[in-house]
Every structure is written in structure tokens, then in C-alpha cells.
């Protein structure tokens, strides 16, 4: 009795030691896990918050920082920047116009290192980076500046610190408290029905054991423990059965050998029928292959075909262009840049010589590639009606004739038509004699350099032949004096839609101004040349978006 006393004291002592040192550690790393949860969630949480709010903030302010950054007005752009000072978590605010130059600057001091954990924490959100875009009244946006804003990782970091501080002291103290209930519970519950049931299944007898004496389980009879009273008492219930019924399953398990052995040899010939159909099938399959290369032949064929007719299309387009030399010595110098974004393309020029006079003719088009092309074939032939039928050389008059002929080649002139295409155009006019350039234009500018500065006349906002776009006021003149030295350039949209830069947006009509400035004291040939350089640099990776032309000449 003493020895069973001993060992049910060491055995319930074991157990139970046990039990509560792995209640200990699956308590305490559940803890740890839940707690490093809600750290996390707390964490994400309040990463979300400060988003958030600065998206409100930067919003609130935007309409002003651009406003202030378009007009370049240093006191506005202060009052923007005292602004958002007030915020405490704002440690730096610095808004800059799209020339880089800065307007306005606000500095905090810093009292957080950006190696703490702090920094590593929320340094990530502490940096903003606002570009400022306006939007003109035809509804194109363009950048005009930026608004950069760096928070304090320290002082967003605060109120989550407090918290985690919180949490992990009360969990902590959770962790302990149930692990002593789930202990006490587990011993009354668990510990000592085992024993008792240990008890019993020692007094076992191995030659009759289904006269085992079942133990009483008091409290225990529906839950986990008396089913496995009642599953071992089956158990050995069925180990007498188990004597008398293995001679029966021998029997039985011959005749399911002999079964499966009819199963194997019907499986044995439906595979064989199967791998009959994969015959017949891969023969189908290579005749399919066969006629896929025929239609493959056959595709590249037409492919051919369709290339070859867009070269010739290149070869007529070209042929319609006039001699890049067509002026002779009536201007000092004259280059001419055209490529198109494919083989062909929807921008288009016409030079020439009326006496003392010359006419240079700059057309974009409706589209790129052969659409492009067939609407240059309809101003070409118009613009030969104008100046050699109506004998017309004002650049305005050039220009309404030719909106009334294109919009009536194209069937645009009646009542719900197919189409809505046109195009803009620019056009000068070169007087020997009385020394001066008339430029009209629409849609499309007339740049030109004057000691050393380069400045631009718009033409109208108005485009040619189209239906829905009919212009509404006649189109002007514009009288340019001419001295020695001065060049003009003439130009498609093309070269100002360069997408490139960091961030990327469109080069734009004033660094173009810049880039000619920079370069007009060289050729006309080595200017141009030199812009295309700087239009590849700009663009780096991105692909050309449109056709490209420009035509610049210094008539003295």
C-alpha cells in the first residue's frame, strides 16, 4: 500500500509539475504572441492615422501651395509653410517652384536619432513628397511645383510607446493568473481520474481481458475520459472477438484477392484501348500543328505584304515633301527636322519661293502612322490649290482657306458626319523687302530668338477641318521686324510632349524656349541636331510619344 501510495504521489507530482510548466510557456509565448499582434495592429494602426492625416492636411493646403508656386510668390509660399509649422509632428516644410527653386523653408529642430528605433519604426511615412499640379481652363494640368514635408518620427512614436508599455504589463499579469487556474482546474479534472484509471488497467488480466474491472468515474461519464473508459473496455471486449472471427477473415480476404485480381485485368485492357485513342488522337494533333504552320506561313505572308504597302507609303509621303533646299539663298539658313513616330506619319511641311517672298508651312496632323499620313495627302494637295489657284500669301487667309478645303475634302462640313479629324498648323511668311516675318498659326507657335532671348507668339486656339472645332474668330497676322541674327523656329507638339524627367512629366513649350536659347549662337544645323541630343537625354527610357517635326531658319 505504501509503494502504491509512493508511486501515486510521484506520478501525480510529475504530472502536474509538468502540466504547469507547459501551461507557463504556452501562456507566456501566446502572450508574447498576442501582445507583438496588438503591438503590430497598434503599429499599423497609427501608421494609417498619420497617412490619413497628412493626406488631409496636404489636400487642405494644395489648392494655395500651387497657387503660390505658379505665380512664384515667396510671401504666399511662406504663409503655406507657417501653415503646417503648427502642427508639432511637422518638423520640415519646404515648397519649391517647378524650376527647383525653393520659396519657402521651415525647420524645427530634430530630437530624434534616425537610427534609434523610433527612426526605423516610422522614418519610412516621415517624408512627403507633394507635386503641385494646375490645371489651366481647357483642363491641361501641368506641374508647377513641389511640397515637401518631413514629420518627427519622435513625437509620433510617443503615444505608441505609452501604449505598448500598457499592454505589456497587462498581459503579463493575465498570463500568470490563468496559468494557475488552468493548472488547479487540470488536476482536479484530469490528473486523478487518470490515476485511478491507471490503477485499474494494471489489474488487467492478459488471458481474460474482457473481465477487466472497469473503474467508476464519477462526474466523468459523458466527457473525453469516459470514452475512454468505455473505448477501452470495447477495445478488450473485442480482443476475445478478434480470437474467433480470424479464421472468418481469411476466407474473405482470398476472395478479395481473387476480385482484385479480375479488377487489375479488366484496368489492364481499358488502358490498352486508351492508349489506342492516344494514338489516333496524336495523329490528329500533328495534322493540327501542320495546318497551324500553314496559317503561321500564311500570316506572315500578309504581314509581309502590309509592310512592304507601309514603305511605299513612305516612299509616296516622302516624295510629297518638298526639297529641304527650295528657298535657295532667300534666307541665310535653314534646316528641317522631320521624323515620324512610325514609317509614316501625321506631321507635314511646304516650303517655298514666291519672288522676294518664301512661305514655310508646319502641319500636325490628326493621329501618327497611316491615318496621319492620308490626312497630310488632303493638306497637300490643299495648300497646292491655295497658293497656286487663289494665289494666296497671307498667313491668316492661308489658314481659313485651308480649314474650308480640308473640312470639305473630308465630308466634315455637313450635318452628322463619319469623322472629326483636322489638324493645327503654323505659317510664316518671309519678306525680303520690307525685311519682316508674318506668322499666323493655330494651334501651333512661332518661336524666335532676339538678342539672346527667346520668346513666342501662340497662334489661335483653334483647330483646322474639324467638324466640332470650328474657330471662332479669324485668324491674325503677327508682324515680326527682322534684324541680322535672328533665327525662327516652327514646331509640332511633338517635341514640347516629351514625357522624361524625375518626376516624369512633359518637357513643355518653356524649357523648349530654353533649350533653343541656350544653343542659337551655333548653325542651324548643330542647333537642331543639339536639341535632339537634349530631347533624347530628357526622355531617357521612355518612348517617343508622336511625330516630331521643327523647322528653324535665320533669313539674315
Known sequence: ??????????????????????????????????????????????????????GQTLAMVEGSAVDAAFEMNADAARQVVRGLSEYEFIQRVELYDNFGDRLAL???????????????????????????IRQDIVGRTEEVGELRVRLDPDVIASGFMQRTAVNAG????????????????????????????????????????????????????RDELGQIVGSLDDLLKAFQRGLNERDQAEDELRALTEELEQRV??????????????????????????????????????????LESIRYARRIQTAMLPDKSALGDAVKEIYVCWEPLHLVGGDYFWLERFGRRSLIVVVDCTGHGVPGAFITLVVASALDRILHERDLRSPAEILTALDEMVRARLR????????????????????????????SGAGLPLIYVEDGEAREIKGN??????????????????????????????LTDGIPDHMGGEPKRLLGRRRVRRLIARNAHLPMEDQIRRLETELERYRGPEPRRDDMTLVGFQPL
Open 1 to 54: 500500500m505504501r509503494g502504491g501510495a509512493n508511486g501515486e504521489r510521484a506520478i501525480s507530482r510529475g504530472l502536474t509539475f509538468k502540466q504547469a510548466l507547459t501551461t507557463l510557456v504556452v501562456v507566456f509565448v501566446l502572450g508574447l504572441l498576442a501582445a507583438a499582434v496588438e503591438i503590430f495592429a497598434d503599429w499599423r494602426t497609427m501608421r494609417t492615422e498619420v497617412r490619413d492625416h497628412m
Open 106 to 132: 521651415f525647420d524645427r529642430p530634430r530630437h530624434w536619432d534616425a537610427n534609434g528605433v523610433t527612426g526605423r519604426l516610422f522614418d519610412d511615412i516621415a517624408h512627403w513628397e507633394q507635386p503641385l
Open 170 to 221: 497587462v498581459n503579463f499579469t493575465k498570463a500568470i493568473a490563468i496559468s494557475l487556474l488552468v493548472v488547479a482546474i487540470f488536476h482536479f479534472l484530469i490528473t486523478r481520474p487518470l490515476l485511478r484509471l491507471n490503477t485499474a488497467i494494471g489489474e488487467v488480466d492478459p488471458h481474460q481481458p474482457g473481465a477487466w474491472p472497469v473503474p467508476a468515474m464519477p462526474g466523468h461519464q
Open 265 to 306: 485485368q479488366d484496368r489492364t485492357r481499358k488502358l490498352e484501348d486508351a492508349m489506342h485513342e492516344l494514338a489516333a488522337e496524336k495523329e490528329e494533333t500533328e495534322t493540327a500543328y501542320q495546318r497551324l504552320g500553314e496559317t503561321h506561313r500564311e500570316l506572315e505572308k500578309a504581314n509581309h505584304l502590309v
Open 412 to 439: 466634315q462640313d455637313g450635318e452628322a458626319p463619319e469623322s472629326d479629324d483636322g489638324l493645327d498648323a503654323s505659317v510664316c511668311l518671309w519678306d525680303e523687302e520690307d525685311r519682316s516675318v508674318t506668322f
Open 461 to 490: 486656339r483653334a483647330g483646322l477641318g474639324y467638324y466640332s472645332l470650328v474657330p471662332r474668330r479669324p485668324f491674325e497676322d503677327h508682324r515680326v521686324p527682322v534684324r541680322p541674327g535672328m533665327s525662327f523656329y516652327q
